[in-house]
């Protein structure tokens, strides 16, 4: 179980489990497919454990916002698709120019997310459906979400390293777990 103090602790931490997650992603230990078997186990591990991160971090964050107890980030970490998701939103990003969600500022029905949205987005995804985009130069990292708001299906791609950014951007305060 993950023992921090702060947010930017969260976001530093949640970097370091994200690289690892990378790491074995394009297969630290084998570069033959299938994927070794310990690079699978340490993918779902470092998967869970930054879930654990993200989620106590979207809590945390949106609720200090909500009393007007930090400033807004106006930080741009992702687009967002409000309604009529489909499936194959998320290929599109993976089929993007190689820099994720930002090939897709400014096409029609994406727009920018920025990061008290995308907290809400975090918190209210479909696991199920979740899924994520690295590329191949390992400059980009996204998770991929969907779910559901008011019966309209919506679709988000969201930047883990800006999100990051935005959260040390913010002032420091605690988290509890």
Known sequence: MWKRARWHECAEELDQVCRSFRS?????????????PDDVAEMQRSSIEGIKILRALALAIRSEQDFDLIPSSLAVVGILKKKDAQDNDAIQVK?????GYRCLLGKKDYVPLKLRPALNKIAHADPSSADFYISPDNDTHELLLYGENHGEKWFAAISIFDLIKAIKSLPDASIES
Not at 95 to 99: K, Q, T
Request: one cysteine or more; proline letters at 6%; hydrophobic letters at 15%.
């Open 24 to 36: 074995a992603y394009w297969g630290r230990r084998s570069s033959s497919w299938p994927r070794h």
């Open 95 to 99: 089929h993007s120019c190689g820099d």
